[in-house]
């Protein structure tokens, strides 16, 4: 199995800055894409940023120029720096890995337990 686990997430002023690390470990073969995802309350999950094994990344617009998504491909991490947080960034951030436990060929997709990030005004 896989395991992911995000950690780095608390409470910040407006204009700070947080880090969320998040570590998969377990039986992996490989990891293709890793993201990050933000949900508020009574708001779906979305996406704020994913980097790909070949370290393409993509970004949610509202978060462009703020936040830099980066992975440790032998550390099997994925981080996110947010700088200059706004308080519409309140939200509980989840770590996301698509990743091979086998040599099947098939991705499976597993999730963190979530971390808090309170933005305050």
């Not at 686990?5 to 204009?15: K, N, R, T, Y």
């Not at 996110?80 to 770590?95: F, G, H, R």
Request: glycine fraction near 10%.
């Amino acid at each position: 199995q896989v395991q992911v686990v995000e950690s780095g997430g608390g409470l910040v002023q407006a204009g700070g800055s947080l880090r969320l690390s998040c570590a998969a470990s377990g039986t992996i073969i490989n990891i293709k894409t890793m993201a990050w995802y933000r949900q508020a309350p009574g708001k779906q999950r979305d996406l704020v940023a994913s980097v790909t094994s070949g370290a393409s990344t993509n970004y949610l617009d509202s978060v462009k120029g703020r936040f830099s998504i980066s992975r440790d491909n032998v550390k099997n991490m994925v981080y996110l720096q947010m700088n200059s947080l706004k308080p519409e960034d309140t939200a509980v951030y989840y770590c996301y890995v698509a990743a091979q436990r086998d040599r099947s060929g098939i991705y499976f997709q597993y999730w963190g337990q979530g971390t808090q990030v309170t933005v305050s005004s």
